[in-house]
């Protein structure tokens, strides 16, 4: 069983920054790919961007690129999220997400808030 805790959410202004953290436990974190989702009030749950599971290659949605970083660390069983240049159009709660090939599914964390003021 895999589990995920995220961390690091929180209320920052318009063009500040926050690192979500995303911890795993269960599994060989070495062999998941990792990802992250959004989901504001009112809209359907988004793709925000993913990290293979060597880290070698990151995905973002066209939201991100330029503002947000993804990256892992498989000493911490850890992934992160550093958002910069934040907009309020960025609130929303962000999920992580971990796709596990051998076993042919993914697990979910659950979430953590980020709002953004203008």
């Known amino acids: 069983q895999v589990q995920l805790v995220e961390s690091g959410g929180g209320l920052v202004q318009a063009g500040g920054s926050l690192r979500l953290s995303c911890a795993a436990s269960g599994g060989t974190f070495s062999s998941f790919a990792m990802g992250w989702f959004r989901q504001a009030p009112g809209k359907e749950r988004e793709f925000v961007a993913a990290?293979?599971?060597?880290?070698?290659?990151?995905y973002y949605a066209d939201a991100g690129k330029g503002r947000f970083t993804i990256s892992r660390d498989s000493t911490r069983r850890t992934v992160y999220l550093q958002m910069n240049a934040l907009k309020p159009e960025d609130t929303a709660v962000y999920y992580c997400?971990?796709?596990?090939?051998?076993?042919?599914?993914?697990?979910w964390g659950q979430g953590t808030q980020v709002t953004v003021s203008s």
């Open positions: 990290i293979s599971w060597s880290g070698d290659n990151g």
């Open positions: 997400k971990a796709r596990i090939p051998a076993q042919g599914r993914d697990y």
